[in-house]
């Protein structure tokens, strides 16, 4: 595979990734039902695609697969509970929580550089509570920061997993999140246009995507695998702006400019 194509193809997945925000917000249905249904399908398409997963069960693929179902689970609770562009701003914190528990995790020197990014999202993690004062928003918001905070450890985790197996972790991740997630849509069914949008969700904004990014990371530097990804929080709140007329407030955009501008300085200056 050229370079050329590894960046579409990274940027394809990135774009899949944005739609998250507009479908989650299609189906009403219990969130822990949806992330379970959506984790459901992954499951599926990504088992089909490694074909003989490896299950060792050791601690660190047991670890992944916790905080990777956890960042999945969050992450449906924050979209439904405050708006799509703090729920993925939020989720984008991860790099902050990577660089704190790094030298803990990896042995990783955390540098003056990082405490700046740490402090600049610091800041814009306020913005975001400034203006979601509800106790729903409120609620929204802090699934959102725990979305970002275990999607970062699930990245440490990968890291320490790196010669292993990490796919066949975030398969197992996915499967847990089916687990869990599943039982709380028993009692009321979604009407055939939301099974429809779940199937979607499993297929296009999460198993095809991961997919695609497994094939593109080897062959991109890793300024881009940081750099393109951005493509998902600056496109998931326009998709839920068209689709459902949801406009963040000024707080938010500023906060999430904050955020993002601290995890592209980080990644620019490693």
């Not at 695609?49 to 490896?54: A, G, Y």
């Amino acid at each position: 595979m050229s370079h050329r194509s590894a960046v579409l193809l990274l940027v394809a997945a990135s774009v899949l990734w944005s739609f998250g925000g507009v479908m989650i917000k299609s189906v009403d249905w219990p969130s822990l039902a949806k992330a379970g249904a959506r984790s459901a399908v992954a499951v599926l398409i990504m088992w089909a695609w490694l074909r003989k997963p490896r299950f060792t069960f050791s601690p660190t693929q047991v670890g992944i697969a916790i905080t990777y179902a956890a960042t999945l689970i969050f992450f449906v609770v924050a979209t439904d509970r405050t708006t799509a562009a703090n729920a993925i701003f939020l989720q984008y914190t991860a790099p902050i929580y990577v660089a704190l528990l790094g030298s803990w995790v990896l042995g990783e020197r955390t540098r003056p550089l990082d405490w700046l990014c740490i402090a600049v999202a610091l800041g814009g993690i306020g913005l975001f509570f400034r203006e979601q004062l509800s106790a729903t928003g409120f609620a929204g918001n802090l699934a959102g920061l725990a979305s970002g905070a275990c999607f970062g450890t699930t990245v440490l985790l990968l890291r320490k997993e790196r010669d292993n197996c990490p796919a066949s972790a975030l398969l197992l991740g996915n499967i847990l999140a089916a687990v869990i997630g599943l039982p709380f849509g028993m009692g009321r069914m979604p009407s055939t246009h939301e099974c429809g949008v779940l199937v979607l969700m499993g297929v296009v904004q999460l198993g095809v995507p991961y997919i695609l990014y497994s094939l593109a990371i080897r062959r991109v530097s890793a300024l881009q695998a940081i750099l393109i990804p951005m493509l998902e929080p600056i496109l998931n709140p326009v998709w839920v702006a068209i689709a459902r007329g949801e406009i963040p407030g000024p707080w938010s955009l500023a906060g999430g400019g904050l955020v993002l501008g601290a995890v592209v300085l980080r990644g620019v200056m490693r």
